[in-house]
């Protein structure tokens, strides 16, 4: 059982780039969340999605698109990556049994640290 | 809008020390609260949480929490930390209702032997 992996853990790109930020959870979690985590800011939602098949924006979701591909998978896409886009990624799911999200504890990924030049 | 502050963003103390981490937020309706721990190089971690009942909550590792609803605070308190408890700690609202949890800016504590 290994919670919720994310891949890769560090990405260096270029202005301009993109790229994909994988998660996965093998704990049947209903919810899936995106977050970004930079120094002095506490963490910030990006997008989450409440079930299978629906996403829905958070709080900084400009720049960012994501697809919940099933269940278990949960992407994060940077179609033309910026400098302010620089951050330590997280993952999370929660298992939100009554489908009411929010009211339940969430379990983090390992984190991807991205650099963007 | 929802938002969550935390006080004193670097803490330093020695071994054996009490450590108290303020929490407040801004909603005034039924909140669920949640403290988090980040260690160095590791992802979050829940160290303790509140939806209702006793408002002193335990947690992981001697660590406890209480809500004070009037207050509109949920304070992280530990009697005598130890160098392991060296961490980003983090303080997590959601107002219901609300389509988020509101993170704060967290705290830096460090613990020096």
Known sequence: NAGVTQTPKFQVLKTGQS???QCAQDMN???MYWYRQDPGMGLRLI???ASEGTTDKGEVPNGYNVSRLNKREFSLRLES???SQTSVYFCASSENPSGIVWADEQFFGPGTRLTVL | AQSVSQHNHHVILSEAASLELG????YGGTVNLFWYVQYPGQHLQLLLKYFSGDPLVKGIKGFEAEFIKSKFSFNLRK?????????EYFCAVNAKGNNRL????GNQVVVIP
């Open chain 2, 79 to 87: 009697p005598s930390v130890q160098w392991s408890d060296t961490a």
């Open chain 1, 29 to 31: 979690h209903n919810s």
């Open chain 1, 81 to 83: 990556a910026a400098p």
């Open chain 1, 47 to 49: 997008y989450y999605s």
């Open chain 2, 23 to 26: 929490c407040n937020y801004s």
């Open chain 1, 19 to 21: 790229m994909t930020l």
């Open chain 2, 102 to 105: 509101a993170f704060g800016k």
